[in-house]
């Protein structure tokens, strides 16, 4: 049981926007930076967005990151056929003074 | 070029040792923490710890304490996540990631490794 609660799946039509949310508490996403990170099945993790909505160079302005109290959101917009992939959100605990994981979510392009 | 490279994947037998590697090139080694991320198969991603490479500090989250050992050598810019008796539910993809700051995000991954557990 992850202690970042993900849906595990969330789809959309080419070219449509889809929106990946993830919950937390008051001791990680509250008062933490959350980061979220895409994964394509058989590779690493790549960073997509740090410091809650922060873009490292050369991610495309298509991915933003909003947080709102104990939640986060991952916005993918126009979204294209490479965009299919697990998406996992992250961040710092105080509580547990560790750094946390969502489950996961797998994005399908239908 | 900035990049973690990992040793390559392993098979190992239960109770067996095993040792893995994250070598470093590109930045200065000592300047960021180094995490070990486990992926158990079709799971998320867990942190297992971190290790400060500057001075060896570790911190190991409450499931993995006392399972594995995580060090770093700074003078071969290489970081370790070992096993002292491997059990078939460590059957898993390790990577090692890059923290980029304490509370801020891992910029930077290594390829993974496998490590198979069974008789």
């Known amino acids: 049981q992850s202690v970042l609660t993900q849906p595990p799946s969330v789809s959309a039509a080419p070219g449509q926007k889809v929106n990946i949310p993830c919950s937390g508490s008051?001791?990680?996403?509250?008062?933490?930076?959350v980061s979220w990170y895409r994964q394509f099945p058989g590779t690493a993790p790549k960073l997509l967005i740090y410091?809650?909505?922060k873009r490292p160079s050369g991610i495309p302005d298509r991915f933003s990151g909003s947080k709102s109290g104990t939640s986060a959101t991952l916005g993918i917009t126009g979204l294209q056929a490479g965009d299919e992939a697990d998406y996992h959100c992250g961040t710092w605990d105080s509580s547990l003074s560790i750094w946390v994981f969502g489950g996961g979510t797998k994005v399908t392009v239908l | 070029e900035v990049q973690l490279v990992q040793s390559g994947a392993e098979v190992k037998k239960p109770g067996e040792s095993l040792k893995i590697s994250c070598g470093a090139s590109?930045?200065?080694?000592?300047?960021?923490?180094v995490a070990w991320v486990r992926q158990m198969p079709g799971k998320g991603l867990e942190l297992m710890g971190l290790v400060n490479p500057d001075d060896s500090e570790t911190r190991y989250s409450p499931s993995f304490q006392g399972q594995v050992t995580i060090s770093a050598e700074r003078s071969i810019n290489t970081a370790y996540l070992q096993w002292g008796r491997l059990k078939a539910s460590d059957t898993a993809i390790y990577f090692c990631?890059?923290?980029?700051?304490?509370?801020?995000?891992?910029?930077?991954w290594g390829q993974g490794t496998l490590v198979t557990v069974a008789s």
């Open positions: 590109g930045y200065t080694f000592t300047t960021y923490w």
């Open positions: 990631a890059r923290l980029r700051a304490v509370r801020s995000s891992f910029d930077l």
């Open positions: 410091d809650d909505k």
């Open positions: 008051s001791s990680n996403i509250g008062n933490n930076y």
